[in-house]
């Protein structure tokens, strides 16, 4: 047997239609706690303060790693020779005018440093985020038979300049981000502020 | 006595009739071959890897002060925990060698076209789940791959353009890869993806025993039946199949403890030699290598290494890589053949089977070693014939010429 139409069809038609979207503005409700709990917490928000470190050690040619916000900072000390030399590859790298914002505007230069002949790179392939390893030495490398001295990711082969400038035709889309810094005097930089911006 | 307790359930709970359903009157084709033995053992699998998860999951510490060290307690404090651990370690890698087998027979035999779409779809399901356990898993002992494997995997959701690094963020719950990132992972491996694993696989099982089993030769065996209504080329499931798949459990688990407890490594495939370093966000390895069964897949990632129509390189490998994995699922509609299986198909579907077969490996090679231009050209060609096997089956396999395909299955 059919049961029997309701009497008021359109009145059960709103009565459905408002149950659901209520039932719907309270599943939505529900779900903010759910996906906010994702988001980082005030203790990791709070944990990015700045990093110090003494270059006053730091000789031509070599390079240190300093820990900021969890991820590696690489600061270098070019030499002379490889100073004289940044532009040599010019016609391999991708964005050799740091055109893309990934640095701030006190490096988008040729060396992409604030201070020439001292880089601060983030070392966070701008691929996949590996760590691209420090190659200074000119010439003939596994990957590479013109190296210019840089950087090359192990992950997926992405190379860099000794500036951190991407090479063409690699995965890597940007060059290596400047992190915010400056320096306090010539042997103290300072990792995660802009300082003195004049 | 038997009866009566039998009856008692009966009349609260459709126990007998389940009996019957899904074992006893189970009609299984009488020419299923060595390749239907991987569903079997897929659930045995299944069931070592939730028995040795719990029991590991009784000593790990989900910290990132603690994970790493908490995975050499259980390996030297714990009774046994060795064993245990290198039970799951060994599962993990026995869950896709044998879904690869089950799902290569299913392309084989032609097993997912008309009826079996849905029980092939649930399954890709299953595969999907699976590939989601075997990454977080790996990322709990927090050793210097799991840091690094999190770091890169994740980092693909940071290519999606427009809100790429806001969900990266969000799905982090850090800037960084960190004990935040390695608790969630843990959530999902232990509760979330293993419920949903259960579930699917539960309907999976199901489904097929709707639909029927598919056979070798792709004939359907209920076009003929008996007086009684039992399809002529089948048998009860239990025992005769229950039996004989017994006795291949008993042959898979020699192999299986074999490496459990003779090569646990797997000669660095099983668990990696990097992975014995604690994690250090500093410092990548030399290689980064994701485990076996991913390698395919990270081959093709690496292998777009150019931007196109305004999108970056590693926005286009992400894609191209979620789409070898996605692709499968469209198999159903992608076969336009008359015949399911490849006994009967035409030169072009073996080849194309073939071929996608041969690139599947060479993929599998080349993601497990360091990228040389040489071997990434390598990548893209076999990129390339990966797809061609899916995309270009609408064609071949409707204008090729089959083999005609007997009315009752063939036991030679």
């Given amino acids: ?198 | 006595m038997v009866t009566r307790i039998m009856n008692w359930f009966d009349d609260r709970l459709p126990l007998t009739a389940t009996i019957e359903r899904h074992l006893t009157k189970y009609p299984a084709p009488i020419n299923m071959n060595i390749w239907y033995l991987a569903g079997v053992l897929l659930v045995v699998v299944l069931v070592i890897q939730l028995a040795s998860g719990i029991w590991l999951l009784m000593n790990y510490e989900a910290t990132a002060e603690g994970a790493f060290a908490s995975i050499q307690y259980i390996m030297r404090d714990v009774e046994y925990g060795y064993i245990i651990r290198y039970m799951h370690t060994t599962g993990a890698s026995a869950f896709f060698a044998l879904i690869y087998l089950h799902m290569f027979r299913g392309m084989m035999y032609g097993s997912y076209q008309k009826p079996r779409e849905l029980l092939w779809v649930l399954g890709w399901l299953t595969y999907v789940l699976l590939c989601a356990l075997g990454f977080t898993g790996y990322v709990l002992p927090w050793g210097q791959m799991s840091f690094w494997a999190a770091q890169v995997i994740l980092s693909l959701v940071g290519s999606i353009p427009v809100f790429g690094e806001e969900l990266l963020t969000w799905i982090r719950g850090d800037y960084l890869i960190s004990g935040i990132t390695l608790n969630r992972l843990f959530a999902f491996h232990v509760v979330l993806l293993p419920l949903a694993l259960i579930a699917v696989v539960f309907v999976h099982i199901l489904a097929l025993h709707e639909v029927g089993s598919n056979n070798p030769d792709g004939v359907d065996v209920k076009k003929f039946k008996d007086e009684d209504g039992v399809p002529l080329d089948t048998k009860p499931f239990f025992p005769y199949d229950v039996m004989h798949d017994l006795y291949a459990i008993g042959v898979f688990l020699i192999f299986f403890v074999t490496i459990m407890f003779f090569y646990p490594d797997g000669g660095g495939y099983v668990i990696e030699y990097v992975n014995y370093e604690a994690a250090d966000n500093l410092k990548t390895p030399e290689h980064i290598v994701p485990s076996w069964y991913y390698t395919p897949f990270y081959a093709m990632l690496r292998a777009v290494t150019f931007p196109l129509f305004g999108l970056s390189a590693k926005f286009l490998g992400f894609v191209v890589m979620a789409a070898g994995i996605a692709i499968f699922v469209a198999l159903p509609w992608l076969d336009r053949s008359p015949v399911k299986s490849i006994k009967y198909k035409g030169i072009y579907s073996k080849f194309f089977l073939a071929l996608f077969v041969v690139s599947f490996f060479v993929l599998g090679y080349l993601g497990s070693v360091t990228s040389t231009p040489g071997r990434t050209l390598a990548a893209q060609i076999f990129t390339v014939t990966y797809f061609a096997y899916f995309f270009l089956m609408p064609f071949y396999s409707k204008y090729e010429k089959c083999k005609p395909v007997p009315d009752r299955v063939s036991l030679s």
């Fill in chain 1, 1 to 198: 047997m059919q049961p029997k139409s309701p009497p008021n069809p359109g009145r059960r038609k709103f009565l459905i239609g408002a149950t659901s979207a209520v039932g719907a503005v309270g599943i939505a409700g529900a779900a903010v706690p759910f996906i906010s709990a994702f988001n980082p917490s005030a203790a990791a928000e709070a944990a990015g303060a700045p990093a110090v470190a003494d270059i006053s050690k730091l000789a031509p040619g070599e390079m240190i790693i300093v820990e900021w916000r969890g991820t590696p900072i690489y600061v270098v000390k070019h030499s002379e020779e490889s100073i004289n030399e940044i532009d040599k590859n010019l016609e391999r790298l991708a964005d050799p005018n740091s055109d893309t914002e990934v640095q701030p505007s006190y490096a988008k230069n040729k060396y992409r440093s604030r201070k020439p002949g001292i880089s601060v790179l983030s070392a966070v392939c701008t691929h996949l985020g590996c760590a691209p390893k420090y190659y200074p030495q000119l010439g003939v490398v596994d990957f590479d038979s013109e190296w210019q001295g840089g950087f090359f990711c192990p992950c997926h082969g992405s190379k860099f300049d000794l500036a951190g400038r991407v090479y063409a035709g690699v995965p890597a889309p940007d060059n290596l981000t400047v992190p915010p810094h400056y320096f306090k005097s010539d042997d103290v930089l300072i990792i995660g502020e802009d300082g003195d911006l004049a």
